[in-house]
T-cell receptor, first 115, second 112 residues
Framework: GAVVSQHPSWVICKSGTSVKIECRSL??????MFWYRQFPKQSLMLMAT?????????EQGVEKDKFLINHASLTLSTLTVTSAHPEDSSFYIC???????????FGEGSRLTVL | DAKTTQPPSMDCAEGRAANLPCNHS???????VYWYRQIHSQGPQYIIH???NNETNEMASLIITEDRKSSTLILPHATLRDTAVYYC?????????????FGSGTQLTVLP
């Protein structure tokens, strides 16, 4: 099946710093990617929809200036958590839609811990 | 997308069939039933999906009732590695650029 890769798989940073998470579709082109956040013992919550070449669409309650999304190519979307704080500590997961079939494939997730 | 209802947890003995139910009584005619699972600290993994006919692949079988208001995911011979949270999701046809909306899922624990 199609592969979606996230990097880094885990990151620890100090409060106030920015962290970038990459999501790559390795063997297909993805015009649309989705970013989810998952807190412990909770389900995945959609944060934003990332469209190649255009601005991301954010879900209600998600700050677009804090969670910067860039989808500059058909195989790469990045999520930057700016001025991270401990409450931003979470498991961030991306998914990518395979263009020909429309199926969604998920990355392995990136665990962010803000000290 | 229609809402789904799943039991919060289930246990299954290793080697036995695991039958995971899902209710989606408000499903629309153009909505598919998708199943994903999430093993602890990993991204969700696609299992199977269907519209109205029963489906089978190497991982599982999907049984959808005739009125499409409920479905059952069957893992024919559960192993310890099948312990995960299983999500039943209703979504319009692939290619619609619609995201998956995750409910609470069912925590399946396969017991030795």
């Amino acid at each position: 099946g199609a592969v979606v890769s996230q990097h880094p798989s885990w990151v620890i940073c100090k409060s106030g710093t920015s962290v970038k998470i990459e999501c790559r579709s390795l063997d297909f082109q993805a015009t649309t990617m989705f970013w989810y956040r998952q807190f412990p013992k909770q389900s995945l919550m959609l944060m934003a929809t990332s469209n190649e070449g255009s601005k991301a669409t954010y879900e209600q309650g998600v700050e677009k200036d804090k969670f910067l999304i860039n989808h500059a190519s058909l195989t790469l979307s990045t999520l930057t958590v700016t001025s991270a704080h401990p409450e931003d500590s979470s498991f961030y997961i991306c998914s990518a839609e395979e263009g020909s079939t429309g199926e969604l494939f998920f990355g392995e997730g990136s665990r962010l811990t803000v000290l | 997308d229609a809402k789904t209802t799943q039991p919060p947890s289930m246990d299954c003995a290793e080697g036995r069939a695991a039958n995971l139910p899902c209710n989606h009584s408000t499903i629309s005619g153009n909505e598919y039933v998708y199943w994903y699972r999430q093993i602890h600290s990993q991204g969700p993994q696609y299992i199977i999906h269907g519209l109205k006919n029963n489906e089978t692949n190497e991982m599982a079988s999907l049984i959808i009732t005739e009125d499409r208001k409920s479905s059952t995911l069957i893992l024919p011979h559960a192993t310890l590695r099948d312990t995960a949270v299983y999500y039943c999701i209703v979504r319009v046809a692939a290619g619609s650029a619609r995201q998956l909306t995750f409910g609470s899922g069912t925590q399946l624990t396969v017991l030795p």
